[in-house]
């Protein structure tokens, strides 16, 4: 399952103070896809206000887009990515083999 992740792309956005996620390339398993969503909402969530509160200043696009890059470099938010979902695939294993059961 971890392999069919790595393949997985998604953007994410924030609208209306929560962070959104849509699949852009999918594994073909809906669950393994949700995964990966779930791992971009739980990471980004906390850091929606700061996120908002650089949006609503009205910068310059390049200064704006620096900002918001910065922000997302300094939270190390690759590495919440992988343990969210290492967690994730680990559960969805879990389930899947109690099902089997």
């Not at 959104?20 to 398993?29: F, I, L």
């Not at 690759?78 to 109690?98: N, P, Y």
Request: glycine content about 6%; some cysteine.
């Amino acid at each position: 399952m971890s392999n069919k992740l790595r393949d997985w792309r998604g953007s994410w956005r924030v609208r209306d103070g929560a962070v959104k996620c849509k699949t852009k390339r999918s594994t073909r398993d809906r669950e393994i896809d949700a995964v990966g969503c779930n791992a971009l909402v739980m990471c980004m969530a906390p850091f929606v206000p700061q996120w908002q509160e650089i949006e609503d200043a009205k910068l310059p696009k390049a200064e704006l887009e620096s900002r918001l890059n910065g922000l997302l470099q300094s939270k190390n938010l690759g590495d919440c990515f992988r343990t969210a979902r290492e967690q994730g695939i680990a559960a969805l294993v879990a389930t899947r083999r109690s099902k089997r059961a």
